[in-house]
């Protein structure tokens, strides 16, 4: 069966300082993979999404930045944190586009 | 007018109760229907599939009206275990590449 990893869990971070959040997915091929960010008490906002190694899409401009260096796996990045950028973080992964999509536990980011 | 709209609640219902809420989604051409749960906290997870004739699993009954552009869930005999957020997601073939849009949830809380 297949899951999908994300750590840390929780982070907390002064503003400037850098981030580097990781998403594995195991037991499948060629997964499509999402960041999204959830502020508190809001929706989903998709930032980021991948179709294949390399391949990045991003939704939303920002100080952001995702990498896809293998098949499953997915990192979100900053070199610089701002406030803005507390919030809960989710990886997903699908089997294809417009499928169900599959979370990770989650990452639950404090900017301070 | 937004692609995916959901009445943010809360519902507050009596555990056994039965409860219902709808979720109503722009573009036409939109294939593919969802609902997830979110717990506080938590990642969402699926729910169910919502199938074009409609579709059951135990307590929970899901719907499409594809005429008037809204789906459904039903909850028959509530648990308190039913208290969460309920996200309803729609797949929308032209407004983005990831071709997932996930609604900004509806707040169900199951009282004793």
């Known amino acids: 069966s297949q899951t999908i990893h994300q750590w840390p869990a929780t982070l907390v971070q002064p503003v400037g300082s850098p981030l580097s959040l990781e998403c594995t997915v195991e037991g499948t091929s060629n997964p499509n993979l999402y960041w999204y960010r959830q502020a508190a008490g809001r929706g989903l906002q998709l930032l980021f999404y991948s179709v294949g190694i390399g391949q990045i899409s991003s939704e939303v401009p920002q100080n952001l930045s995702a990498s896809r260096p293998q098949d499953r796996q997915f990192i979100l990045s900053s070199k610089k944190l701002l406030l803005s950028d507390s919030g809960f973080y989710l990886c997903?992964?699908?089997?294809?586009?417009?499928?169900?999509?599959?979370f990770g536990p989650g990452t639950r980011l404090t900017v301070t | 007018r937004k692609e995916v709209e959901q009445d943010p609640g809360p519902f507050n219902v009596p555990e056994g109760a039965t409860v219902a809420f709808n979720c109503t989604y722009s573009n036409s051409a939109s294939q593919s229907f969802f609902w997830y749960r979110q717990d506080c906290r938590k990642e969402p997870k699926l729910l169910m599939s919502?199938?074009?004739s409609g579709n059951e699993d135990g307590r929970f009954t899901a719907q499409l009206n594809r005429a008037s552009q809204y789906i459904s869930l039903l909850i028959r005999d509530s648990k308190l275990s039913d208290s969460a957020t309920y996200l309803c997601v729609v797949n929308s073939p032209y407004s983005s590449a990831s071709k997932i849009i996930f609604g900004s949830g509806t707040r169900l809380s199951i009282r004793p």
């Open positions: 997903a992964w699908s089997t294809g586009t417009a499928r169900e999509q599959y």
């Open positions: 919502v199938y074009s």
